[in-house]
């Protein structure tokens, strides 16, 4: 089969369904046997991943950081130092890779490794829009959930493998302040599936589409789905450890915590994976509670702005961008607050979070069922 | 023995009551394990190393290891001239220079019983406490960093750069300045000093409050430090406190008070104290208000010498420098209070040489670190950084 020449297709129609017939043509294209649709098609969120990751995530934060704390960031390599991600991976990459020797070898190398596949191997189950998403499974909210724990084992391997006291007491610290968090998060995910009925996120997506744009969000639905929506977003902040949560890797307590014996390429894999998953709790949180790729703008009478920005290309845009938002906030947290100690995480986590987490699970079951 | 081995494993615990009788007990207790916290530690504030018992994340011993900065300045004070030492005591506390300058010209003029011009103390104590605010932003700042704060200290060291130039203005250096001479200073300030130190002064204030609402307000900040490390006042005197580390305990004891230098007595300011109504009595954040506060103290210092100063007529600021010092044969101690504490220096004189016989600085960073293993029993491993941070030592006065 023969990709269907672009220049057939006007501008409104891209926007419209015609891209699923296109994205469908692509995947029956073969050459020579061999699926090469289906890898192109698959290669192209990876490679937004991989430029997110890249410019937006390092870059971005720096560039953020530096504009809170009055300051400049980076400014040399290329205009406004764009490219300063890009000399720094390059950096990493010749560096010498280096085993301690008194280090597991194998745990030492493996642990990244499940980190980073632990935190991209969600990514299948994100719709980015109507027309693409990586695998459709009828329970991608519970792999979506479930994955992200493999990354406990990956940061005990890295920890436990250095053999690095200051590692093994981040690994520790880490492996205890991720699965405790999973649970306020999963239950406060939870509420939003029951307001859904499903747990297939294309189906919560698809269920939070309407004229009305924003008014048909999950976090506008119901008059306590800002509780379940505030409680993911906390522990979701634990669950990527990132500030104020960030004990595992406490600078100024545990060195670097778990990878404090990394460097060169391993190193920027563990720090790939990190704004990887970044990146990952904040689509979740879009799609569960603010809509996924809906655009948020209704339609006002006939100036029918919901339905001019909606459609396969705007829903990328759209769900990318509620990412971003959140990730900005993240950076805006770190940025301002302190630490937590270990014992207040864990107050924080079974004494406050939890329980409110039940209530709110309970008031959305009783809402679902109450009012239709 | 069967159970001597068991106890090799270390889940046993033996005790030989007599020839006969072992006592067997299982110890539930986890495996204690050394952690060398430094010298290449991000919060130890330099190449301070502690040698610390843990439990889990419980500190059960935390012993400091000194030496790491040692560069024998009271050795190399007996082969230098008096007015030679001046720059070796920059580098004792070389976030606070003037401070350190201060006292020992302090002591050698008492040593010496000299006059000096009225315009040279005024210059003196506003560069010191411009000074201390300089070096009381880097401790807050780098509090900040120690509870995973990291705005707050950018915040403090882009304020300080100002004091900085301002500093290096008059002297020439940013931060190892050579400017208070024994007996005057080594340059009058430049003539419109006083004016752009008035525009820092107003520049500042704001940042206070700005820098109040980040850090010190910040409910998480709060949470971390206070009831942390309390020392009582009592305790504090015994091990010979100084300085916002006394004060933080509730000691109302500053030097510019107590023991008057220069021209304090003449100044109006406030010892500020904590009065237990935002922090425990001597806690973490005690310490850390009592430098919050100080810091609008010093500027309220810098207004005054700024009104009062007397002008440039006639004025020499090398007039009563001694063309050579050789001190009667003699003792001294003089002392000025640090950002960090009671600076003191002990110089003898034989009164033949021109160099001193023996030149003793009494730290304040020395001092205050001694607590150290008080302070740290029991506490977790998050807490004994933020007991660090509070101390804010600075390893160059602590190892001399």
């Given at each position: 089969?023969?990709?269907?020449?672009?220049?057939?297709?006007?501008?409104?129609?891209?926007?419209?369904?015609?891209?699923?017939?296109?994205?469908?043509?692509?995947?029956?294209?073969?050459?020579?046997?061999?699926?090469?649709?289906?890898?192109?098609?698959?290669?192209?969120p990876?490679?937004?991943?991989?430029?997110?990751?890249?410019?937006?995530?390092?870059?971005?934060?720096?560039?953020?950081?530096?504009?809170?704390?009055?300051?400049?960031?980076?400014?040399?390599?290329?205009?406004?130092?764009?490219?300063?991600?890009?000399?720094?991976?390059?950096?990493?990459?010749?560096?010498?890779?280096?085993?301690?020797?008194?280090?597991?070898?194998?745990?030492?190398?493996?642990?990244?490794?499940i980190?980073?596949v632990g935190s991209f191997l969600a990514y299948a189950v994100l719709p980015f829009?109507?027309?693409?998403i990586g695998a459709s499974l009828n329970v991608g909210l519970f792999f979506a959930i479930g994955i992200v724990a493999i990354e406990v084992v990956?940061?005990?391997?890295?920890?436990?493998?250095?053999?690095?006291?200051?590692?093994?007491?981040?690994?520790?610290?880490?492996?205890?302040?991720?699965?405790?968090?999973e649970?306020?998060a999963a239950?406060?995910l939870l509420?939003g599936a029951?307001?859904a009925?499903t747990l297939d996120m294309q189906k919560i997506t698809?269920?939070?589409?309407?004229?009305?744009?924003?008014?048909?969000?999950?976090?506008?639905?119901?008059?306590?789905?800002?509780?379940?929506?505030?409680?993911y977003?906390?522990?979701s902040?634990?669950e990527?450890?990132?500030?104020?949560?960030?004990?595992?890797?406490?600078?100024?307590?545990?060195?670097?915590?778990?990878?404090?014996?990394?460097?060169?390429?391993?190193?920027?894999?563990?720090?790939?994976?990190?704004?990887g998953s970044?990146?990952m709790v904040?689509a979740i949180i879009?799609i569960v509670?603010?809509?996924g790729?809906?655009?948020?703008?209704?339609?006002?009478?006939?100036?029918?702005?919901?339905?001019?920005?909606?459609?396969?290309?705007?829903?990328?845009?759209?769900?990318?961008?509620?990412?971003?938002?959140?990730?900005?906030?993240?950076?805006?947290?770190?940025?301002?607050?302190?630490?937590?100690?270990?014992?207040?995480?864990?107050?924080?986590?079974?004494?406050?979070?939890?329980?409110?987490?039940?209530?709110?699970?309970?008031?959305?079951?009783?809402?679902?069922?109450?009012?239709? | 023995?069967?159970?001597?081995?068991?106890?090799?494993?270390?889940?046993?615990?033996?005790?030989?009551?007599?020839?006969?009788?072992?006592?067997?007990?299982?110890?539930?207790?986890?495996?204690?394990?050394?952690?060398?916290?430094?010298?290449?530690?991000?919060?130890?504030?330099?190449?301070?190393?502690?040698?610390?018992?843990?439990?889990?994340?419980?500190?059960?011993?935390?012993?400091?290891?000194?030496?790491?900065?040692?560069?024998?300045?009271?050795?190399?004070?007996?082969?230098?001239?008096?007015?030679?030492?001046?720059?070796?005591?920059?580098?004792?506390?070389?976030?606070?220079?003037?401070?350190?300058?201060?006292?020992?010209?302090?002591?050698?003029?008492?040593?010496?019983?000299?006059?000096?011009?009225?315009?040279?103390?005024?210059?003196?104590?506003?560069?010191?406490?411009?000074?201390?605010?300089?070096?009381?932003?880097?401790?807050?700042?780098?509090?900040?960093?120690?509870?995973?704060?990291?705005?707050?200290?950018?915040?403090?060291?882009?304020?300080?750069?100002?004091?900085?130039?301002?500093?290096?203005?008059?002297?020439?250096?940013?931060?190892?300045?050579?400017?208070?001479?024994?007996?005057?200073?080594?340059?009058?300030?430049?003539?419109?000093?006083?004016?752009?130190?008035?525009?820092?002064?107003?520049?500042?204030?704001?940042?206070?409050?700005?820098?109040?609402?980040?850090?010190?307000?910040?409910?998480?900040?709060?949470?971390?430090?206070?009831?942390?490390?309390?020392?009582?006042?009592?305790?504090?005197?015994?091990?010979?406190?100084?300085?916002?580390?006394?004060?933080?305990?509730?000691?109302?004891?500053?030097?510019?008070?107590?023991?008057?230098?220069?021209?304090?007595?003449?100044?109006?300011?406030?010892?500020?104290?904590?009065?237990?109504?935002?922090?425990?009595?001597?806690?973490?954040?005690?310490?850390?208000?009592?430098?919050?506060?100080?810091?609008?103290?010093?500027?309220?210092?810098?207004?005054?010498?700024?009104?009062?100063?007397?002008?440039?007529?006639?004025?020499?600021?090398?007039?009563?420098?001694?063309?050579?010092?050789?001190?009667?044969?003699?003792?001294?101690?003089?002392?000025?209070?640090?950002?960090?504490?009671?600076?003191?220096?002990?110089?003898?004189?034989?009164?033949?040489?021109?160099?001193?016989?023996?030149?003793?600085?009494?730290?304040?960073?020395?001092?205050?670190?001694?607590?150290?293993?008080?302070?740290?029993?029991?506490?977790?491993?998050?807490?004994?950084?933020?007991?660090?941070?509070?101390?804010?030592?600075?390893?160059?006065?602590?190892?001399?």
């Amino acid at each position: 089969m023969i990709l269907t020449p672009l220049s057939h297709i006007s501008m409104p129609l891209l926007m419209g369904n015609n891209l699923n017939a296109w994205s469908e043509a692509l995947v029956g294209f073969n050459l020579f046997g061999l699926p090469l649709g289906l890898v192109i098609l698959a290669a192209i969120p990876l490679v937004f991943i991989a430029l997110y990751s890249l410019t937006y995530g390092v870059y971005g934060e720096r560039k953020i950081s530096a504009f809170m704390q009055d300051r400049l960031g980076p400014m040399e390599v290329g205009k406004w130092g764009i490219l300063q991600t890009i000399a720094d991976i390059l950096k990493l990459l010749q560096k010498e890779d280096i085993v301690p020797t008194s280090a597991d070898k194998f745990l030492f190398v493996v642990g990244p490794g499940i980190l980073f596949v632990g935190s991209f191997l969600a990514y299948a189950v994100l719709p980015f829009s109507s027309a693409f998403i990586g695998a459709s499974l009828n329970v991608g909210l519970f792999f979506a959930i479930g994955i992200v724990a493999i990354e406990v084992v990956g940061i005990l391997a890295a920890g436990w493998g250095s053999n690095n006291k200051w590692s093994l007491y981040g690994a520790v610290r880490s492996v205890a302040q991720i699965v405790s968090y999973e649970i306020p998060a999963a239950i406060a995910l939870l509420c939003g599936a029951m307001m859904a009925g499903t747990l297939d996120m294309q189906k919560i997506t698809l269920l939070q589409s309407g004229s009305y744009g924003f008014a048909h969000f999950f976090l506008f639905q119901s008059p306590i789905a800002w509780l379940p929506f505030l409680i993911y977003f906390i522990a979701s902040l634990a669950e990527v450890n990132r500030a104020p949560f960030d004990i595992p890797e406490a600078e100024s307590e545990l060195v670097a915590g778990y990878f404090t014996e990394y460097s060169g390429m391993k190193f920027a894999v563990i720090f790939l994976a990190e704004y990887g998953s970044m990146f990952m709790v904040s689509a979740i949180i879009s799609i569960v509670f603010l809509g996924g790729w809906n655009s948020p703008l209704p339609n006002i009478g006939s100036f029918a702005l919901n339905d001019w920005t909606n459609g396969p290309v705007w829903g990328v845009f759209w769900i990318i961008m509620k990412g971003f938002f959140f990730i900005f906030v993240q950076m805006w947290l770190r940025w301002t607050l302190p630490r937590l100690r270990v014992d207040q995480l864990m107050y924080l986590c079974w004494k406050v979070l939890t329980p409110f987490a039940f209530v709110s699970f309970v008031l959305t079951a009783i809402w679902v069922i109450f009012v239709p | 023995m069967q159970e001597l081995d068991i106890a090799g494993m270390g889940s046993v615990r033996v005790t030989r009551k007599s020839d006969n009788v072992v006592v067997l007990e299982k110890d539930l207790m986890t495996e204690q394990m050394v952690l060398a916290m430094g010298p290449q530690h991000p919060s130890t504030h330099g190449v301070l190393k502690l040698e610390c018992l843990t439990d889990g994340e419980v500190i059960t011993e935390a012993v400091p290891f000194l030496g790491y900065l040692h560069r024998c300045f009271e050795k190399c004070c007996e082969n230098v001239d008096y007015p030679g030492i001046v720059p070796y005591t920059d580098r004792l506390d070389y976030l606070a220079g003037m401070n350190n300058e201060f006292a020992y010209a302090i002591a050698v003029e008492k040593l010496l019983d000299i006059e000096i011009p009225r315009r040279v103390e005024f210059i003196r104590v506003m560069v010191a406490e411009l000074n201390r605010i300089a070096s009381h932003l880097v401790a807050i700042g780098t509090y900040g960093i120690d509870l995973g704060a990291f705005t707050p200290f950018l915040f403090c060291f882009r304020d300080r750069e100002h004091i900085l130039a301002l500093l290096e203005w008059a002297s020439g250096a940013r931060m190892l300045y050579n400017y208070i001479w024994v007996g005057g200073l080594a340059y009058d300030i430049p003539s419109d000093f006083n004016k752009r130190v008035k525009e820092f002064v107003d520049y500042f204030r704001p940042k206070t409050v700005e820098l109040y609402k980040l850090l010190t307000e910040n409910e998480i900040f709060v949470k971390r430090t206070i009831g942390i490390g309390i020392m009582p006042a009592d305790v504090a005197i015994n091990y010979g406190w100084s300085g916002p580390m006394l004060r933080g305990s509730g000691v109302k004891w500053d030097l510019r008070r107590n023991d008057p230098y220069s021209i304090y007595p003449e100044l109006d300011f406030e010892v500020p104290v904590p009065d237990g109504k935002d922090s425990e009595v001597g806690d973490c954040l005690s310490r850390h208000l009592v430098r919050v506060l100080e810091m609008e103290e010093s500027l309220k210092i810098i207004e005054q010498c700024i009104d009062k100063m007397p002008g440039t007529e006639g004025f020499n600021p090398r007039s009563a420098v001694p063309k050579r010092v050789r001190p009667k044969a003699g003792e001294v101690y003089a002392r000025a209070e640090n950002p960090r504490g009671e600076l003191g220096f002990y110089i003898q004189s034989d009164g033949k040489s021109t160099k001193p016989l023996r030149c003793k600085a009494r730290s304040s960073c020395f001092v205050n670190l001694s607590a150290m293993k008080d302070l740290s029993k029991g506490q977790l491993l998050p807490d004994l950084v933020a007991i660090i941070g509070s101390i804010d030592i600075v390893l160059g006065e602590v190892d001399r």
